[in-house]
């Protein structure tokens, strides 16, 4: 399958397929089989995803086209090239966004007695209630800035909310500047909420934008007002360190954060009724040219909308709630210890509680038995539980490791603020390797158990966050498997100390082992349909990137192997090419919960290996992360991962879209008789309430 590796047209490119993930997000905002609030959160999801995309993604294209990089990925696109086939599609999703806003979401939230209040339809009590919150809440804390000599341009928060103001005369000092700016304070909310009986509806709502535009004349006494334009810059939000001149990661990354706010701009939003002469102005303070520039009908921030359906309460608008199942392992035995030492513990969220992680630590923490804990974070809440007991446990002079990634993108603060916690309560803060991210999810507890020491261990897919815990999917295992607890072992000791990469009885570690073993996993199937029997490889995760993966999995494909691939997320691999990838194809599952488990299956001539991990199959997690891929040694755990995790995954037909041989994706929904939605039913299977079953419609 020699074409494989040099034809840029069996690759896709990352930028434009994270748009269209973003596009089967956005989808989930105009499907009315998703409860009204959820589809104004999708909204709000999709600003979200778009914000760091320009963050990340765009401010990196920018960068090489800056450096006039010539260099191209396997999809064979110069950035220039990538760069306006992203403006064009990145400009058409933001159309439809505020279309299904400004057509769907909000008509239909009206219907429900749930209305924002624009200022051409405020009545005279509206009107006067307004104008008190201005001078009461906004006026006192407002700094309006004129542009003169004396006063330049201010400098712009990434992604804060500000207004441009014409003006035309001359004010107290003489001059005459024809341009201010006004900057949103970020303390207020971005939407007020009227009494009711002023509102006149169950929930009325008025935007601080229009609050400001209709009194920005109080500002400039004296002046006329010939308009006012709601503007936000996004910039470039990543940090680079110096690694060599770097003598503690923790203070310099300190310093850097405050910079993040006023890196190089990359887009500017701005609202469509904003003259041409304005937009001109804004992008040049900005250094932007016009493909950045994007003209929306309504709020410049939607992202702010996230607040509503939090305060509407309207539970028929809403998902039905639903209350996390504790694992029947552990339901009768309160020593999870003790649980541990019976078998191997698997938990599947958000369909089981998170809980039991929690009390792992907790209980480890208090446990005079326990003599050691060490565990990993990427990322975590501000008000961790674990953190606590873990902090707890260092307080009563136990050893504790704590493994902390600085590096977690828009979690730094969080992360720092815990690590310096940690170490004033006596614990060992690493901060990982420096030059490779730690993105593995291990915690380790060594216990006496009568005359010996044990290893208790948790491995997963998904972070130590209770909160994300609750809406996204993951897999994790409790297990006290000696040579599994040795490897874990030898991880930390790399993480921690100095020395050689140890020689692993079971876990894949990036950036050593996982790449190599992976490719030969998928070879290995390859040469078994060779030999003209069965090979099948089902995988799932949130990425799919590495050119050397995806060749290998093309040649597996030639080879004969049945390949089934759920990516949410980008996938740079195309099923269905002729001669290629004939037998591979490729779903994505966007739904309720997000998709974050990592599968790995091989059939491996019906030994069928099972893997889980942190590391999706991209080239950073294989050489500039520390991830770890471990199997499952149980045949019931493995068996149960296979009937929760991957099959009923492949059989949706509600919340699945399939990839064309060409990149795009469709709606995979059926035809005849009720849909199948997987999420819905792991809800069930576990005890949770959720929306009855109803027939697929088409999403296009």
Not at 6 to 29: C, D, I, K, S, T
Not at 119 to 133: L, V
Not at 309 to 316: F, K, L, N, Q
Not at 496 to 516: C, E, I, N, R, Y
Request: glycine share 6%; net charge neutral.
């Amino acid at each position: 399958m020699a074409r494989s590796q040099v034809n840029p047209e069996y690759f896709v490119n990352r930028e434009l397929g994270l748009l269209a993930f973003n596009r089967r997000v956005l989808a989930q905002a105009e499907d009315e089989r998703v409860p009204l609030l959820e589809r104004l959160k999708f909204l709000c999801i999709f600003s979200s995803n778009m914000d760091e995309f320009f963050e990340v993604r765009v401010a990196g294209v920018k960068e090489q086209i800056r450096f006039q990089s010539s260099h191209t990925g396997a999809d064979g696109l110069l950035p220039k090239q990538a760069f306006a086939r992203i403006s064009q599609e990145a400009h058409a999703l933001v159309e439809k966004q505020y279309s299904i806003l400004n057509e769907q979401v909000l008509p239909k939230l009206a219907e429900h007695d749930i209305r924002f209040l624009r200022r051409g339809s405020w009545n005279d009590t509206q009107r006067e209630w307004i104008r008190e919150y201005f001078f009461r809440e906004l006026m006192p804390i407002l700094t309006p800035i004129g542009l003169d000599p004396a006063h330049p341009f201010p400098r712009v928060l990434n992604k804060s909310l500000n207004f441009a103001v014409e003006l035309e005369g001359k004010d107290a000092f003489g001059r005459n500047s024809g341009v201010a700016i006004v900057q949103a304070p970020r303390a207020l909310p971005r939407v007020i909420r009227l009494p009711q009986s002023i509102a006149g509806c169950d929930y009325g709502f008025v935007f601080l934008s229009s609050i400001l535009h209709a009194h920005v004349d109080e500002l400039f006494s004296g002046m006329q007002v010939k308009g006012c334009y709601q503007f936000r810059v996004t910039r470039d939000s990543d940090l680079t360190l110096d690694d060599e001149d770097t003598k503690d990661l923790r203070i310099a990354l300190q310093g850097e954060l405050s910079h993040r706010q006023y890196g190089d701009g990359v887009r500017l939003e701005v609202a469509d009724s904003c003259p041409a002469e304005m937009s001109s102005f804004l992008l040049g303070q900005f250094g932007l040219s016009t493909e950045d520039l994007y003209q929306v009908n309504g709020l410049v921030n939607l992202v702010r909308l996230m607040q509503i359906p939090d305060s509407v309460e309207r539970p028929d608008l809403k998902y039905p709630p639903y209350k996390s199942s504790q694992p029947k392992e552990l339901s009768k035995q309160p020593d999870i210890f003790k649980a541990i030492r019976k078998q191997d513990i698997l938990l599947h969220h958000p369909f089981q509680s998170f809980s039991p992680v929690v009390e792992f630590i907790r209980q480890a923490a208090a446990d005079p038995q326990v003599l050691a804990i060490k565990q990993t974070f990427y990322r975590t809440s501000s008000d961790s539980t674990l953190m606590q007991s873990l902090i707890e446990a260092a307080q009563r002079g136990k050893e504790v490791t704590v493994v902390v990634e600085l590096f977690a993108r828009f979690d730094e603060e969080a992360n720092i603020n815990w690590a310096a916690k940690l170490e004033q309560a006596g614990a060992h803060v690493i901060y990982g390797v420096v030059g490779h991210k730690t993105h593995a999810k291990m915690a380790m507890v060594v216990r006496r158990d009568d005359d010996k020491l044990r290893r208790y261990v948790h491995l997963s897919t998904g972070n130590y966050h209770p909160r994300t815990a609750r809406i996204y999917t993951d897999f994790g295992l409790l297990t006290c498997h000696e040579e599994i607890g040795t490897d874990v072992n030898d991880v930390f000791a790399q993480l921690t100390g100095l020395g050689k990469a140890s020689k692993l009885k079971h876990l894949w570690q990036s950036p050593f082992t996982l790449h190599q073993r992976l490719i030969k996993a998928i070879n290995n199937e390859a040469e078994i349909a060779k030999a003209g029997k069965k090979a099948h490889i089902i995988a799932k995760m949130n990425s799919l990137l590495d050119a050397d993966v995806i060749r290998a999995l093309y040649d597996a494909s030639s080879a004969g192997v049945q390949i089934d691939l759920l990516v949410r997320g980008v996938c740079a691999l195309k099923p269905g090419i002729p001669g290629v990838s004939d037998n591979i194809t490729v779903r994505s599952i966007v739904g309720r919960f997000l998709e974050h488990t990592r599968i790995f299956y091989f059939y491996n001539d019906r030994a069928e290996d099972v893997y889980l991990s942190s590391a999706d199959w991209m080239y950073r997690n294989f050489f500039r992360r520390i991830e770890v891929c471990f199997p499952l040694l149980d045949g019931k755990v493995k068996k149960r991962v296979m009937q929760e995790g991957l099959l009923p995954y492949l059989k949706d037909n509600l919340n699945a879209w399939e990839m064309q041989p060409d990149g795009s994706f469709k709606p995979r929904f059926s035809r005849r008789g009720l849909g199948f939605s997987a999420q819905e039913q792991l809800m069930l299977q576990h005890g949770v309430s959720v929306l009855p079953e109803i027939a697929p419609t088409p999403r296009e």
